[in-house]
């Protein structure tokens, strides 16, 4: 697993707003540990009214099937156990993106 793959993952608890479900999401980091740092993707454009949120348009490298959105304010660790298989990658330019997305968040 390597930074910017779109992996699916399975989230299924989940308490309040955070996502939950099979769903794809990006590969931030792989700790070399048993743990990941993954931000979680959805196709519901609602979340657009939150900050920290990137739009990802469906292509043959990330190969998603819609319109999407990376949740960076749902930047989560998640056992790797929960990763179901990778499906593609994010374009340089969209994981540029995100990264100043997640710096700035965070704030560093």
Known sequence: MKKGDVCIIDLSLGTGHEQYGKRPAVLISDTKTNIAIVVPI?????????????IITPDKQN???????????????????????TIGKLSKNISDDLDKMIRKMLDL
């Open 42 to 54: 959805t196709s519901n454009s609602e979340v657009l009214k939150f900050p920290h949120t990137l």
């Open 63 to 85: 190969k998603l099937d819609q319109k999407s959105i990376a949740m960076i304010f749902q930047l989560r660790a998640v056992d790797k156990t929960r990763i179901i298989k």
